[in-house]
């Protein structure tokens, strides 16, 4: 049985920090597409970020240089480091994984694994 437990989030102050974790159990997730999308109430969900199969990085542009992506192997666990936090990041998290790439970029939520998410939530 495939799982996405995610973890990490909380509430902080505007320029604060927060780091998300993802631990993958049943399928050797790193063969897949994997990374973070957002849905926040009343707003589209949106990609934050992802790795490809090939290990390459991408970020959506309000993340991009704030946000990083990391992962470790051997542990099956996705990360996702946050700082500089601004009040419209606040959302749930998903983490996903799924073996198209597009789908990861276009439509995360169509991703063939999610975690059931977890709330950040960042004060102005």
């Known amino acids: 049985q495939v799982q996405l437990v995610e973890s990490g989030g909380g509430s902080v102050e505007a320029g604060g920090s927060l780091k998300l974790s993802c631990v993958a159990s049943?399928?050797?997730?790193?063969?897949?597409?994997r990374g973070w999308f957002r849905q926040a109430p009343g707003k589209e969900r949106e990609r934050v970020a992802h790795i490809d199969s090939a290990g390459w990085t991408s970020y959506e542009d309000s993340v991009q240089g704030r946000f990083t992506i990391s992962e470790d192997n051997a542990k099956n666990t996705l990360y996702l480091q946050m700082n500089s936090l601004k009040p419209e990041d606040s959302g749930r998290y998903y983490c996903a994984a799924d073996p198209r790439w597009f789908i990861l970029l276009y439509s995360p939520d169509k991703s063939e694994y999610r975690g059931q998410g977890t709330q950040v939530t960042v004060a102005s």
């Open positions: 049943g399928y050797t997730y790193r063969w897949y597409c």
